[in-house]
């Protein structure tokens, strides 16, 4: 069974950084495009940005280009989300997500991943 375990939320000013990581295991994380996703409270699940399984194209929401950065490590089975410069329109609960499907145009879709991570809260205060 994969699982799917965010880490690294919290509260944090205006400006600041976070960093969130994503710990999968239970298969070859490799398979796997990651996705991260956002939902602020009272809002639907939105698209932050993307990876590709080999970690060599990503893809982001215009909202955070510039301030975000996905990254990943195959050999320790781990996704991240560096989080720079963040405004109180960041604040949600971020989520990340597996899809074995190819990166693409679908990777802004909720629907296209079928592996959940638990989310984690980001607040930040301004």
């Known amino acids: 069974q994969v699982q799917l375990v965010e880490s690294g939320g919290g509260l944090v000013q205006t400006g600041g950084s976070l960093r969130l990581s994503c710990a999968v295991s239970g298969r070859s994380f490799s398979v796997y495009s990651m996705g991260w996703f956002r939902q602020p409270l009272g809002k639907e699940r939105q698209f932050v940005g993307a990876i590709d399984w080999t970690g060599e194209r990503t893809y982001y929401t215009d909202s955070v280009k510039g301030r975000f950065i996905i990254s990943r490590d195959n050999d320790q089975n781990m996704a991240y989300l560096q989080m720079n410069n963040l405004e109180p329109e960041d604040t949600a609960v971020y989520y990340c997500?597996?899809?074995?499907?190819?990166?693409?145009?679908?990777?802004?879709?909720?629907?296209?991943?079928?592996?959940w991570g638990q989310g984690t809260q980001v607040t930040v205060s301004s």
């Open positions: 997500a597996a899809t074995t499907a190819a990166t693409g145009p679908s990777s802004t879709s909720v629907a296209n991943y079928a592996l």
